[in-house]
């Protein structure tokens, strides 16, 4: 029984020889033998991407600025930039955010390959004029951060259906409307990037309440500029 075992096993490795080897010696000659997911991450690494997801197109848009000029979706290509919405009346949530991004301003003045967009949803009240009363009061000092301005149905349609961040109005509130404290984050293309979380979920978009998400949105602008 013990040498039909054996010529059994001898038999099976014949075969493996014969089918195997030569595909193996081919695959190495090739240079194919490292293929997968893991290789291609490190490959993307060297290759100096940032490992953050695209969302998509960031929507398409124009708007008057503080200065009285139009800005578009396609002023913003070639730079990396934040959009925000929010009011300059705001009694709540738009003080903290006008900080942080304050703050995010200053980790970058100076390149010009960086610029914010803070998109007003109480656009009657926020001419032009009270926009640029009120860059000077939360301390804007780029040339690239447009505060901006137009109808406010087209605003809250860029915001809900464009950006997919709340915003409308509330009589029942302080200030009369409602807004999400979440920055978007765009590449120079013109697309909207984002980090994953803990779990390899993207996270869409940063929170601009918390120094944890300002920290965030930082460190991912960087590896942006640098793409």
């Excluded at 705001?90 to 003080?95: E, G, L, Q």
């Excluded at 995010?104 to 914010?116: D, E, S, Y």
């Excluded at 464009?162 to 013109?190: M, P, Q, R, T």
Aim: charge should be positive; hydrophobic fraction near 40%; glycine fraction near 10%.
């Amino acid at each position: 029984m013990k040498n039909k075992s054996y010529i059994g096993l001898s038999f099976v490795v014949l075969v493996f020889g014969i089918i195997f080897i030569p595909k193996i010696i081919s695959i190495i000659k090739s240079g194919t033998i490292v293929q997968g997911d893991r290789i291609d991450a490190i490959s993307n690494h060297k290759n100096g991407e940032t490992g953050l997801v695209t969302i998509g197109p960031v929507p398409k848009f124009e708007l008057t600025d503080q200065n009285g000029a139009k800005i578009n979706d396609k002023t913003y290509l070639g730079k990396v930039f934040v959009v925000e919405f929010f009011f300059s009346t705001c009694p709540s949530i738009c003080p903290v955010m006008n900080r942080n991004m304050v703050d995010i301003q200053n980790k970058f003045f100076g390149n010009p390959n960086f610029g914010i967009a803070s998109i007003s949803i109480d656009p009657e009240n926020d001419t032009s004029k009270v926009l640029k009363e009120h860059a000077k009061i939360i301390g804007v000092k780029s040339s690239n951060w447009h505060l901006l301005t137009g109808d406010k149905n087209y605003i809250f349609n860029i915001a809900n259906k464009g950006f997919n961040l709340y915003a409308g109005e509330n009589k029942n509130v302080k200030g009369g409307f409602e807004h999400s404290g979440l920055f978007a984050l765009i590449d120079k293309k013109g697309n909207i990037r984002c980090r994953k979380d803990d779990f390899g979920n993207p996270i869409l978009y940063y929170d601009g309440l918390e120094k944890k998400g300002v920290k965030a949105i930082i460190e991912d602008i960087k590896k942006l500029l640098n793409e």
